[in-house]
């Protein structure tokens, strides 16, 4: 069975760079990656912040949220 | 032929959690992935701040550096 990963994004040139490097480099047999945009789905706003997502972009994975760079911070979106 | 990806870290907590999830999680298909621990082998401080590493752990794929999370900055390790 694959682990479920998130890689949470607001469309930014840092986002948009570690979703083509880091995010899309993941293991495709292991992961199955999920895209989301926290700038037009703000729905998801709530389950980013619940998996410690401070800024994006960021990758949740393992129950763990791993902070890449820095494109823009949560309160920034909402 | 394989990328290239080089994982600097320092054996700090955030440095082992990003390794053991993000840094493994490539795909092992496209990516070599190098491991370098910066404490151990200063050696190799240089050529990281050439890439832009500022911070460990931090990722260094397709000419850029990604910081993940914040463990120590590389002034630390000098």
């Known amino acids: 069975m694959k682990t479920k990963a998130i890689f949470y994004h607001a469309g ?14 993941l293991d495709p047999s292991r992961y199955a990656v999920e895209i989301v945009h926290l700038g037009t789905d703000k729905s998801r706003l709530k389950e980013a912040e619940s998996a410690g997502v401070k800024s994006v972009p960021a990758l949740v994975m393992d129950g763990a949220a791993f902070h890449i760079n820095f494109g823009a911070g949560l309160d920034a979106l909402k």
Not at 12 to 25: G, R, Y
């Open 12 to 25: 930014c040139p840092v986002c948009v760079a570690a979703e083509q490097s880091v995010a899309s480099a």
